[in-house]
């Protein structure tokens, strides 16, 4: 799902700033998308000039003026049109996976220390993750909380997998096609 969709969705019930949606992509999809606050607002301007969107402009006194986003018929229209729509399998981009592949060019402690590092991040994401779920699961909807859960669980295996690669490694004995170091 691209971020113009991803923001619609996140309108579709309630206008919201653009602070507010800034804060929604760093809770809500942060673990399971690239997508960055970067992103957000050139999409919103592209999607206000395709008539998705309207923006009001709220000023306040003491604090800096808010633009806050509604969704309009025509983009609800498009968000459902999207979310209705099929989608394929996503390839999974493993970083481990692609060094891995190549292993037998470094020794076995480089191997080690490679898949060390990529399960000790791949443990701060899940704690981090796992930090945030009182707070998520105070504001989510049913199927957000799907989302959540779906997103434990993914780090959950993931840690598994990484453990039994490590294993395997430190059982491996082969030595690489170059000269060990």
Known sequence: MDVK????????????????????????FAFFSDLSYGSIYPALKKLEQ??????????????????????????????????????????YKGALLMRMFFFEHL???????????????????????????????????????LCFQFGLRFFKDLIGNVEQVIVDLQNNERKPKTQER
Do not use: C, W
Request: charged letters at 25%.
């Open 107 to 145: 020794s076995k402690q480089e191997r080690l220390d490679a898949a060390g590092n990529y399960l000790e991040q791949v443990r701060s994401v899940a704690q981090h993750l796992e930090s945030l779920r009182p707070e998520i699961e105070g504001v989510a909807d049913q199927y957000q909380l």
């Open 5 to 28: 969709t991803i923001l619609l969705g996140s309108l579709f019930d309630k206008s919201l700033s653009g602070y507010d949606l800034k804060k929604i992509f760093s809770l809500s």
């Open 50 to 91: 395709a008539g998705l969107i309207t923006m009001k402009l709220e000023i306040q006194e003491n604090a800096p003026n808010r633009k806050v986003y509604t969704i309009t018929e025509e983009g609800k229209q498009s968000f459902l049109n999207s979310l209705k729509s099929p989608f394929g399998l996503e390839r």
